[in-house]
């Protein structure tokens, strides 16, 4: 029994002493040991198998009569066992190693940190003379000051808690026009192709664009201008002013304040999607067309199939240029460019993209070389933070155009030099259809609804046309007809031959088509309104009439084309260049 304990004993005090060993050796502390101890034990319990199975070297014996002198260096060195082996290098060569372990440590994460740091100065240089390039008129800088304003605006948004205010946020609505245009040195280089109003409503988290197009005629009578849309930024360029008198314009049309423009051009729009490695779209019907616009008014062939596909930057272009090919003309290149433009969205925001600083830079420089804007770093920064807010999946759109019989414009010319110009004009003669629409964008159910309502009401109208012009009250009663939807409209033959001014209506005190008599105030702007018993009078059975004046008369007196004139003049590569000749900066 005693002996039994005194083994025990033994036992413990030689596991004391390896512990105490161990700890100095590794240099480590009694907890550390301790959090490994039960791999430790197990370790040396094989160990000590390991030992007692192991025999020790034995040596030969000396030859007789030889005697070979060892010194204390030559010595055998005493038998190690694996318990041994694995805890016998010095503490020396230990803290040698993590010295050596410390330097490679140290060198890996300066090299890191200067490539970190070379990389964000690149991007600050990127960003700075990006930023500077996309103001409408760019100012001289140095590498230096770009560097400087680049990392400003990377550095900002850590240092800046809420998000910068956009222009028309307070008021729930903020709009910008988007406009894209030929490349800098080629025919026609400032002429817009694209015109499309891109609108935020906060409230609801919704997107709506309202597409415009270019054949649009404008008349800003505080400009002294009438022209096309699509050559009012020629004129804003050719002035150096910006994007000033396409906003006015836009907004004569829309009764929307543009608070903001951005313009593209071909290479730009290219170079984005081919920085991006392409874009991915779903084509919703083959498109052939062996007349699509090449340079220099050529001509040259596009074919896609449906289906998806990823395109690449030449390929996109032609995708959202092309409209002679689609039944749905405008309204069908309208859809196919909201649908590269979220795709690029979807892509630019995904983490391949976000994590591949050439593409990054890539990106920063097409659109640095190829975008103007008005909106500064701060309000650039701040409408990306918001976009992830918007619900993009589910974008109202809107396409103004002449090619149905229920579209708000017709086809029309004007003498522009020796040629007559087709041109674009509202159906009402003024801009209050398209104003509602621009309205109601996010609620297009209202207009629906208020045309069930007319349709509902079936007033009876009578035209009396005192204009001096004999073919406006024709032209009125055919428009209310066939466009407009009501279906009860006389034209009166007993018309006083005076003519005036001021378009006049009337409206019966026991009417109750009070959705149609406001739908004819506003859609020709008729302010002289008067409601009049009319039991005692001719117009006894009468809910609405009204006297043509010479205002309303004038309005719609333009000549009406055909959708298909406009196309033939499209094709027409003669009759393009004289009008690219008229509408050059030096004749604007």
């Given at each position: 029994?005693?002996?039994?304990?005194?083994?025990?004993?033994?036992?413990k005090?030689?596991?004391?002493?390896?512990?105490q060993?161990i700890?100095?050796?590794?240099?480590i502390?009694?907890a550390?040991?301790?959090a490994?101890?039960?791999?430790?034990?197990?370790?040396?319990?094989?160990?000590?198998?390991m030992?007692?199975?192991r025999?020790?070297?034995?040596?030969?014996?000396l030859?007789?009569?030889?005697?070979?002198?060892?010194?204390?260096?030559?010595?055998?060195?005493?038998?190690?066992?694996?318990?041994?082996?694995?805890?016998?290098?010095?503490p020396?060569?230990?803290?040698q190693s993590?010295?050596?372990?410390s330097?490679?440590?140290?060198?890996v994460?300066?090299?890191?940190?200067?490539?970190?740091?070379?990389?964000?100065?690149?991007?600050?240089?990127?960003?700075?003379?990006?930023?500077?390039?996309?103001?409408?008129?760019?100012s001289?800088?140095?590498?230096?000051?770009?560097?400087?304003?680049?990392?400003?605006?990377?550095?900002s948004?850590l240092?800046e808690?809420?998000?910068?205010?956009?222009?028309?946020?307070?008021?729930?609505?903020?709009?910008?026009?988007?406009?894209?245009?030929?490349?800098?040195?080629?025919?026609?280089?400032?002429?817009?192709?694209?015109?499309?109003?891109?609108?935020?409503?906060?409230?609801?988290?919704?997107?709506?664009?309202?597409?415009?197009?270019?054949?649009?005629y404008v008349?800003?009578p505080e400009?002294?201008?009438?022209?096309k849309?699509?050559?009012?930024?020629?004129?804003?360029?050719?002035?150096?002013?910006?994007?000033?008198?396409?906003?006015?314009?836009?907004?004569?049309?829309?009764?929307?304040?543009?608070?903001?423009?951005?313009v593209?051009?071909?290479?730009?729009f290219?170079?984005?999607?081919?920085?991006?490695g392409g874009v991915?779209?779903?084509?919703?019907?083959?498109?052939?067309?062996?007349?699509?616009p090449?340079p220099?008014?050529?001509?040259?062939?596009?074919?896609?199939?449906?289906?998806?596909h990823t395109?690449?930057g030449?390929?996109a272009?032609k995708?959202?240029?092309?409209?002679?090919a689609?039944?749905?003309?405008?309204?069908?290149?309208?859809?196919?460019?909201?649908?590269?433009?979220?795709?690029?969205?979807?892509?630019?925001?995904?983490?391949?993209?976000?994590?591949?600083?050439?593409?990054?830079?890539?990106?920063?420089?097409?659109?640095?070389?190829?975008?103007r804007t008005?909106?500064?770093p701060?309000?650039?920064r701040?409408l990306v933070?918001?976009?992830?807010e918007?619900?993009?999946?589910?974008?109202?759109?809107?396409?103004?155009?002449?090619?149905?019989?229920?579209?708000?414009?017709?086809?029309?010319?004007?003498?522009v030099?020796?040629i007559?110009?087709?041109?674009?004009?509202?159906?009402?003669g003024?801009?209050?259809?398209?104003r509602?629409?621009?309205e109601n964008?996010?609620?297009?159910?209202k207009?629906?609804?208020?045309?069930?309502?007319?349709?509902?009401?079936?007033?009876?109208?009578?035209?009396?046309?005192?204009?001096?012009?004999p073919?406006?009250?024709?032209?009125?009663?055919?428009?209310?007809?066939?466009?407009l939807?009501?279906k009860k409209?006389?034209?009166?033959?007993?018309?006083?031959?005076?003519?005036?001014?001021d378009?006049?209506?009337?409206?019966?005190?026991?009417?109750?088509s009070?959705?149609?008599?406001?739908?004819?105030?506003?859609?020709?702007?008729?302010?002289?309104?008067?409601?009049k018993?009319f039991?005692?009078?001719?117009?006894?059975?009468?809910d609405?009439?009204?006297?043509?004046?010479k205002?309303?008369?004038q309005?719609?007196?333009f000549?009406?084309?055909?959708?298909?004139d406009?196309?033939?003049?499209?094709?027409?590569?003669?009759?393009?260049?004289?009008?690219?000749?008229?509408?050059?900066?030096?004749?604007?």
């Amino acid at each position: 029994m005693h002996s039994t304990v005194f083994w025990f004993l033994k036992k413990k005090n030689n596991a004391r002493n390896q512990e105490q060993e161990i700890r100095e050796i590794l240099d480590i502390t009694s907890a550390e040991y301790h959090a490994h101890s039960l791999i430790g034990k197990i370790s040396l319990f094989l160990l000590d198998s390991m030992d007692s199975l192991r025999k020790k070297p034995r040596h030969k014996p000396l030859a007789a009569g030889r005697y070979i002198p060892v010194s204390s260096a030559q010595a055998t060195p005493p038998f190690l066992g694996p318990r041994e082996q694995i805890f016998a290098f010095p503490p020396a060569r230990i803290s040698q190693s993590k010295r050596t372990l410390s330097r490679k440590l140290a060198r890996v994460i300066l090299t890191i940190g200067l490539l970190l740091l070379c990389l964000f100065g690149y991007f600050s240089w990127k960003v700075g003379q990006a930023t500077r390039l996309l103001d409408p008129t760019p100012s001289a800088s140095t590498p230096f000051a770009d560097t400087l304003s680049g990392a400003g605006s990377l550095i900002s948004p850590l240092t800046e808690r809420e998000q910068f205010p956009l222009l028309g946020e307070s008021e729930g609505r903020t709009n910008i026009l988007l406009l894209g245009k030929s490349n800098e040195h080629t025919a026609g280089q400032h002429l817009t192709d694209t015109i499309m109003v891109a609108s935020l409503d906060f409230e609801r988290k919704k997107i709506a664009l309202l597409s415009l197009p270019r054949d649009l005629y404008v008349t800003l009578p505080e400009l002294n201008l009438s022209a096309k849309i699509n050559s009012l930024y020629q004129y804003d360029v050719k002035n150096n002013t910006g994007a000033d008198t396409i906003k006015v314009a836009v907004s004569e049309i829309t009764n929307l304040p543009i608070h903001y423009f951005a313009v593209v051009d071909y290479d730009g729009f290219s170079g984005v999607v081919d920085a991006l490695g392409g874009v991915s779209v779903y084509v919703e019907r083959d498109l052939f067309d062996p007349r699509f616009p090449g340079p220099n008014y050529s001509y040259e062939t596009f074919d896609i199939k449906r289906g998806w596909h990823t395109l690449d930057g030449k390929t996109a272009l032609k995708y959202v240029r092309e409209r002679h090919a689609d039944p749905e003309g405008d309204f069908g290149r309208a859809k196919r460019q909201h649908d590269v433009l979220l795709a690029l969205r979807n892509k630019a925001f995904s983490l391949k993209i976000l994590l591949n600083p050439l593409a990054i830079g890539n990106v920063i420089e097409s659109l640095s070389e190829h975008i103007r804007t008005d909106l500064s770093p701060k309000e650039m920064r701040s409408l990306v933070a918001r976009a992830e807010e918007f619900d993009t999946k589910n974008i109202s759109t809107a396409v103004l155009d002449a090619w149905k019989k229920t579209s708000l414009l017709r086809v029309s010319h004007i003498p522009v030099g020796p040629i007559a110009m087709f041109i674009l004009l509202p159906r009402t003669g003024n801009w209050s259809e398209t104003r509602e629409l621009a309205e109601n964008i996010f609620d297009i159910e209202k207009i629906e609804e208020r045309k069930r309502l007319i349709v509902e009401e079936s007033a009876t109208i009578v035209l009396r046309n005192q204009s001096g012009i004999p073919s406006a009250g024709k032209r009125l009663q055919t428009l209310l007809l066939e466009d407009l939807g009501m279906k009860k409209v006389k034209l009166s033959d007993d018309t006083p031959k005076n003519v005036i001014m001021d378009t006049q209506l009337r409206a019966s005190t026991g009417t109750e088509s009070i959705t149609t008599l406001d739908e004819l105030a506003q859609k020709f702007s008729i302010r002289n309104i008067e409601r009049k018993d009319f039991t005692r009078t001719e117009d006894g059975d009468t809910d609405i009439v009204i006297t043509i004046g010479k205002d309303l008369a004038q309005r719609l007196s333009f000549e009406e084309n055909s959708p298909d004139d406009i196309r033939r003049s499209e094709n027409d590569v003669e009759y393009q260049k004289k009008i690219h000749d008229l509408l050059a900066p030096s004749n604007l």
